[in-house]
């Protein structure tokens, strides 16, 4: 199995809270039997059940090339979606994977979870005519997966050049009409209390970010400091210079 980052995270719903309070949502990053289209979908009926903050995505990646998207989607009517939040999972092994974002990402109660991609997608290695998916799905009657693991989803003919983060979409002339059943190999971590500043701690990047503007900071006060004490001692060595009357 194989994790990318540094540290994982380990969530317990906060006191008082209900058990439904997760600590993931979607299913665990297992190699599922399916690669379906290149499409956006969308999950709708495995929402976030509580407020709370992403911190990283588990997925499975069956192909290596191409980027493909973890998105965050809140329903505002029949068939329209705003996407809330986008991560990107870029091309790597054929593993299990997980990716941490960049900051955490507040999610509320009944945002859904949905998998998009690009729309040069890489060929698919079956029918190099069409385009694959990325991550793995399951459908009804495939091994080793219940119907309680599968979930009402939207595929609909959007890719991600047409999504911008804040934007409202419909799907009502791009859907064909069919609520599929599956489920992904992806998951979001999630955790109930605002990371705040200690998400740094599990974010390298945004650390030596602040490491590199501190050290910059310092090097400001440290001139400032210098040129201080210079202009002291200069003062000082000019009271110790003699004084030259004329006529002395």
Same mark, same amino acid.
């Given at each position: 199995m194989v994790l990318t980052g540094s540290r994982v995270l380990y969530v317990t719903p906060p006191a008082g809270g209900s058990d439904e309070c997760k600590a993931t949502v979607g299913r665990p990053p297992d190699r599922l039997p399916?690669?379906?289209n290149?499409?956006?979908?969308?999950?709708m009926d495995n929402a976030f059940p509580c407020a709370g903050w992403i911190t990283s995505v588990d997925y499975f990646r069956a192909v290596e090339e191409g980027t493909v998207y973890f998105g965050v989607w809140r329903a505002v009517g029949e068939l329209e979606f705003v996407l809330k939040y986008k991560l990107p999972l870029a091309p790597t092994s054929v593993a299990k994977h997980r990716v941490f974002a960049p900051t955490p990402f507040e999610v509320q109660r009944g945002d859904l979870i949905g998998v998009?991609? $690009?729309e040069?997608? $890489?060929?698919?290695r079956r029918d190099p005519r069409l385009r694959s998916a990325i991550i793995p799905h399951a459908e009804p009657g495939d091994p080793g997966v219940t119907n309680a693991e599968l979930y009402s989803t939207y595929n609909a003919e959007v890719f991600n050049e047409r999504l911008r983060v804040g934007d409202a979409i419909n799907l009502k002339?791009?859907?064909n009409g069919r609520v599929l059943r599956r489920t992904f190999a992806l998951r979001a971590n999630v955790v109930y209390e605002n990371p705040g500043t200690d998400s740094l701690h599990n974010h390298p990047a945004s650390l030596r970010t602040r490491n590199v503007t %501190? %050290?910059?900071t310092r090097h400001v006060m440290q001139a400032g400091h210098s040129g201080c004490v210079n202009a002291v001692i200069g003062l000082f060595i000019e009271w110790l210079k003699p004084t030259f009357r004329p006529g002395s």
């Open positions: 399916r690669l379906g290149h499409w956006v979908n969308i999950v998009h991609y $690009p040069n997608a $890489p060929y698919n002339d791009r859907f %501190s %050290s910059k």
